[in-house]
């Protein structure tokens, strides 16, 4: 009982730790696509889902190709958005719409509605996640010899 207990305290301590970096780099992969993202547009061509990663719960970004990305707005929070292993996009033609076509989640779930498409400038976005990933490095003293 006092083992899982201590197990039960250390897994709850770790949890709290890691979830404010999570937390903190989720916020500036938003606010990176966001920077490289331009202005609003009605739809785009869509025929294969290359790659994508949600932001949070009402925003996904959606890879066309490897050089080619849109940023969609979502309706609300879109349940299993973060989690589900798979999305899916609805269109018309090899088109997705705003305001009619929608991102799917899974069987279980209400589909989302796009109501915002923006195009990603992927050059730019990639040279905003170098800047981001730099870090002010300082060398460590060298520990005082210790007399014995």
């Not at 879109?78 to 018309?92: K, M």
């Not at 400038?121 to 981001?132: H, P, W």
Request: hydrophobic share 40%.
């Amino acid at each position: 009982m006092f083992r899982s207990c201590i197990v039960f305290a250390l897994v709850a301590v770790l949890a709290a730790c890691s979830s404010v970096p999570l937390a903190q780099r989720e916020q500036q992969r938003q606010e990176a696509y966001a920077s490289a993202a331009g202005t609003p547009v009605r739809s785009f061509h869509f025929f294969t889902l290359w790659s994508w990663e949600p932001l949070g719960d009402s925003q996904v970004v959606v890879y066309t190709r490897p050089s080619e990305a849109w940023l969609l707005d979502l309706d609300g929070p879109c349940q299993n958005l973060r989690f589900t292993q798979a999305i899916g996009l609805t269109s018309s033609s090899g088109t997705v719409f705003t305001r009619f076509d929608k991102v799917l989640t899974g069987r279980s779930y209400m589909p989302c509605m796009i109501t915002q498409i923006r195009p990603v400038d992927v050059k730019q976005l990639r040279v905003t996640q170098e800047a981001q990933r730099k870090i002010d490095a300082e060398p460590r003293e060298a520990p005082a010899a210790a007399d014995h």
